[in-house]
């Protein structure tokens, strides 16, 4: 059974930094390709980072050079790291991952989500 439980999330204000966790269980982080997404009431499900099994990654236009996408093989973790925050970058964060195939931010591919962790930028 695979679990992918998000940690890492809270309050901060603009131009600060969080990183957000993802621990997996019963998956293997090294093996297939991981996402964080984030969603908000207003613009839905939103892809913004990947990392395949060789460890490229990807960003959404609207975080490249702000936020990255890691991965320890050893503790079997994804990581966020999200610096200059803004306002705009507020949502409940989840990772995914997926078995096999394109590592894209299509969410409909991905197998397995964690249960999110809020994030809120405050101006």
């Known amino acids: 059974q695979v679990q992918l439980v998000e940690s890492g999330g809270g309050s901060v204000q603009t131009g600060g930094s969080l990183r957000l966790s993802c621990a997996a269980s019963?998956?293997?982080?090294?093996?297939?390709?991981m996402a964080w997404f984030r969603r908000t009431p207003g613009k839905g499900r939103e892809g913004i980072a990947t990392?395949?099994?060789?460890?490229?990654?990807d960003y959404a236009d609207s975080v490249k050079g702000r936020f990255t996408i890691s991965k320890d093989n050893a503790k079997n973790t994804l990581y966020l790291q999200m610096n200059s925050l803004k306002p705009e970058d507020t949502a409940m964060y989840y990772c995914?991952?997926?078995?096999?195939?394109?590592?894209?931010?299509?969410?409909?591919?991905?197998?397995?989500w964690g249960q999110g962790t809020q994030v809120t930028v405050s101006s």
């Open positions: 019963g998956y293997t982080v090294s093996s297939g390709c």
């Open positions: 995914a991952a997926r078995s096999g195939g394109i590592c894209d931010f299509m969410f409909y591919r991905y197998n397995y």
């Open positions: 990392i395949d099994n060789r460890a490229s990654t």
